[in-house]
């Protein structure tokens, strides 16, 4: 197609003059073949224009004209990017792709913050979009490997670990579930730039493969060790929270953000609405995990006794604390009102397990003694359901709404399994 955008505009084969930026007839015909591909190019007026501009603007540098070479031509104008411009690097594309997830949760946005920070970009931050392939992503778990290697190496070695370029404060392995995080964050973000963006004409992630990903089973806790863990933690601090977790498979931040407004002990449930997250060094306010972690959980008697007996203790601490007082209506905080720090509730737990003489497991080993412990018990798979707040699509869509008085009856069958274990 000819050119017809800018006919004054381009340099012909003629004169060297006419070339901008050249000084002689041989630096002009060191460029000529390449502006002949270059104007092979144009398959509409819009191009045409584009590759008008580009060669209009070209200069001659260390004898040679400073044009991209009709591959790069080619694939910048199939994207619909300028061919003149290498465009948007991957840092920049990382940025705006995070930047534009607004519904993400704290917790969510965090990881995603560190795999960016720590793995991705310190290794493909100024690739530019239209250049970025297989060979980047690989460079990204390249970079892990290193830096993995270094760490056993000194650790072979008795010295302290300096892997280069790592920018984490700590020098950790980084594990295979990681480096899954990892490789799952660069398919999303590719993902977007290729299919909704059209900023890369493929998905080059593919061209990784990772070992597979292992998952330990989570430990759990007979009906006798949370028996002995309850009757040590009755009287302690968080021992009704602990509970609660145990007993009736709470997360942490659910039990830490339990507010009296959303529950009702005449009911006989405590409510999920604002859970306390921990991002970092900071405790802040979140969101249900899932549309299904919005929920009552539901007590047994025993646990209703002993929440109005917790809720009279907090009302005299709170005059005590007179005008010190935080109100933030929670269930368990500490001595002035304020929310306990996630990541110290369960160093607590694992504090009280231990002086309890029980197996030492995490906080959230305790949520899956709970559902364990709902098994065992015999409780209905949807009842369990419920009762942890999992929502998978199609089971929660066809089972109907299950009446208070199956979760009441469920709560005291766990209660009742764990109270004559061991009798």
Known sequence: ??????????????????LPGTSGT??????????????????????????????????VRDGKVQLPGADVVRRRLSLGADPAQSGETFGQAWDAWL??????????????????????????????????????????FDRVERINAEIEAAHV?????RPEG??????????????????????????????????????????????????????????????????????????????TIVLRGARRGEAVGFRWASSDLDAGYLGVDRPILQIGGEVIEG???????????????????????HRKAQLAARLRASTAWQDNDLIFCREDGSPWPPDQVSRIFKRYAAEAGVRV???????????????????????????LGHTTGAMTDHYTHVLAEQHLAAAEAVARLVGEAGS
């Open 166 to 243: 790592d920018v984490r404060t700590r020098p950790l392995l980084v594990g295979i579930a990681t480096q899954h995080r990892i490789y799952a964050a660069l398919r999303e973000v590719l993902n977007h730039l290729w299919k909704k963006e059209h900023k890369i004409a493929y998905k080059p992630v593919y061209a990784v493969e990772l070992e597979p990903e292992e998952t330990p089973e989570a430990d759990r806790w007979s009906a006798a060790e949370a028996r002995r863990f309850l009757a040590y933690t009755e009287d302690k601090p968080l021992g009704l929270m602990f509970r």
């Open 287 to 309: 969101k249900p995990k899932t549309k299904g972690s919005e929920r009552k959980v539901w007590l047994d008697a025993v646990s209703v006794d002993r929440y109005r007996t």
């Open 99 to 140: 930047a534009g997830k607004k519904r993400l949760r704290a917790s969510s946005r965090r990881r995603l913050e560190q795999i960016g920070e720590h793995w991705l970009k310190p290794a493909v931050a100024d690739v530019p979009l239209e250049r970025f392939g297989s060979g980047h992503c690989a460079a990204v």
């Open 361 to 387: 497991i995490k906080l959230h080993e305790g949520r899956h003694t709970g559902a364990s412990l709902a098994r065992d018990a015999g409780v209905d798979p949807k009842i369990r359901q419920e009762q």
């Open 1 to 18: 197609m000819p050119l017809s955008g800018h006919p004054s505009r381009f340099p012909s084969a003629g004169p060297a003059s006419s």
């Open 157 to 161: 070695d008795g010295r302290k670990p």
């Open 26 to 59: 041989s630096q002009a015909l060191l460029g000529l073949d390449r502006i002949r591909d270059l104007v092979r190019l144009a398959q509409d007026p819009g191009d045409a224009a584009r590759i008008g501009d580009l060669i209009w603007s070209a200069r």
